[in-house]
């Protein structure tokens, strides 16, 4: 089974999720720039945030796919766990961003990006696995520091916010900067694909 | 007719079925976890269990559909209708589970899970006639047991539900117990069909 | 330039039109039969009612452009109408439905049906013009009865509504009758279409 | 890799753009056309201006893809950044059109506009970069008048709006009849693009 079908469904689940946030940006009742702030608060700010997160999963999701050959029901289920945690995103992305980054929200918004990071890696596996001892895409990926990377940051964030300084915000501060390092290792999709695709060939 | 825009206009629903409940997760007011359970309630829960339902069928039909090399105007709606049942699970699950299941949501969920079973059913033989009598999705599926013992599981589960110890649970029990056997013996998509593509090799 | 992409962008934006109304249905409040009927009251017909009309045109869009080889500028304009008035049919259905098919409501459904039917048509001719006097849509076509007879008993409708009986209901039946007679001419697809992919194939 | 999926999922995204603001037509309490008129406001004008603008993008989009041979990591960013410009449009429309186009909707709606041009006279940018000095994208573009002189009008706009005649109309009319002929020029997607792919083939 080829996998056009796998990825455009995904493509249509993860619009939806990159578009959500929009939805909930209330016109403001008056005509001024003051009414504006008032009327959406952080409501844009954190749908950036959530609009790059899934942005940088919708990348690293194509890029990935590119050297898949076939699907299984595997393939498909790990593809469906991993796009449930996307789906979540938006919400907790919001209530962080509304709470002024309190410390249970930030725990939350820890859990569910580590929850995605391990959907993530898991699809990974279950895709080499279906391909074989000789995938490409588990040559392509090699020791996977950035696979291996991202869960131990995410756990040291949550870690942070849940027990350090809990009176203060130091633990919150230091669980941002751990999300937003991932975030940055991320953001720019793998080159080793790229490269593998150039050397293999895509299988469109 | 090829089979690729109905697939894709399928998934187009289907990727929006499965994410609908997500747009009914309210942010909560304060920033504690307590907070997040009196916001959510059992939201979470029913979009976890809807996603499920809904990612099963959507499992199904690309299995199903890999057989499939012709589309005729019967396909067509025999497929809409299979769509319209499944875009009202998430409604029905989420009646039955903001209600602790009780008796009347847990009947019009199996109405609602047999109603897509019957759909389903019916779109495999419109696909099938629509191939002749060599069709290669019937020697696929053969007797095809559990196409035939699902809307019996379903009916016992309505039936009980409805009649069975009205005062009590045990009726409620017994049909969730069906709904969630017809579940299990679905959430691993069709290996005949698998084995079938690898013999015949897909039409795409 | 092919129309893949065109029928993708068609395909989202009518998979979003066609569930858009399942949005509207509230879960009820307490958990019998009786509160399911106060919450959603028509909501599920009208949900059904405009569910078939969409369906209706995503058939038909996807058969007329089985016989289109090439994209246009126009052509693109044409369609995004189509989808325009299109999108306008679960507003109008919703509309129709809550007020028991009062005049006002009645004449609106007939003005959003006559104006997609006349979109259709349109886009028909678009196509058609866009592929030259030898083009294989117009021979499928022929006289064209269908899209003839359409607007003209659309017509009919929206004038029995706004001017016959109006303080009865005889002018609101009649309209209904004749949206519904046009319903049925439509809800086969073209079969001059099918007829005649198969003998000039397809352009996929 | 292949243009394909980038094109699919900006598909999805515009599809969910376009028709959002359908979602906030509310059916009116009455079944009268002064009900309906009470209850839609400039609802359904804002809609339709949205659409067109929307449309427009999603339509030159399509010509600029079909010059587009691969995709790189910039494509994929400079794509996403281009789309969460204009899926604010429908909230920056809406503000306008409910103010009556008062001074502050309007320099928002003019910034919003001007975001998504540069974003994608960007995407252009990084599109011709990615395929060499030799880009059959930049031969066909040439010396680009319309990307060169659209952000020119919006400035102009913006400036209008802000600056003359704050408290009459006309710096408002200055700029909306700015923002309308950007809108004009726009209409008609780029014909050179057209002649280009006749020129050296789509790259599906």
Same mark, same amino acid.
């Given at each position: 089974m080829k996998t056009s079908r796998l990825e455009a469904f995904s493509d249509g689940v993860l619009?939806? *999720?990159? !578009?959500?946030m929009v939805l909930e940006l209330? /016109?403001?009742?008056g005509n001024t720039f003051a009414d504006l702030r008032h009327? !959406?608060?952080?409501?844009? %700010?954190?749908?950036?945030?959530?609009? #790059?997160y899934v942005g940088i999963y919708w990348n690293n999701h194509h890029h990935m796919f590119q050297l898949a050959r076939r699907v299984t029901g595997g393939i498909l289920w790990a593809n469906l766990g991993l796009l449930f945690c996307l789906s979540l995103l938006p919400f907790t992305t919001a209530w962080t961003d509304e709470t002024d980054y309190a410390r249970s929200p930030v725990v939350l918004l820890g859990v569910n990006l580590l929850a995605a990071a391990c959907a993530y890696v898991g699809l990974q596996q279950v895709i080499i696995r279906a391909h074989g001892a000789d995938s490409e895409l588990r040559r392509a990926i090699g020791w996977d520091a950035k696979g291996k990377l991202s869960p131990m940051l995410y756990l040291t964030g949550i870690l942070s916010?849940?027990? /350090?300084? !809990?009176? $203060?915000? *130091? $633990? #919150?501060?230091i669980a941002s900067a751990c999300y937003t390092a991932v975030? %940055? /290792?991320?953001?720019v999709p793998d080159r080793r694909i790229g490269r593998a695709v150039s050397e293999f060939g895509s299988p469109d």
């Open positions: 619009a939806i *999720i990159i !578009t959500i209330k /016109v403001p009742e009327a !959406t608060g952080k409501g844009l %700010l954190s749908y950036l945030l959530s609009f #790059v916010a849940w027990f /350090v300084d !809990t009176h $203060g915000r *130091i $633990g #919150v501060i975030a %940055l /290792v991320w953001i």
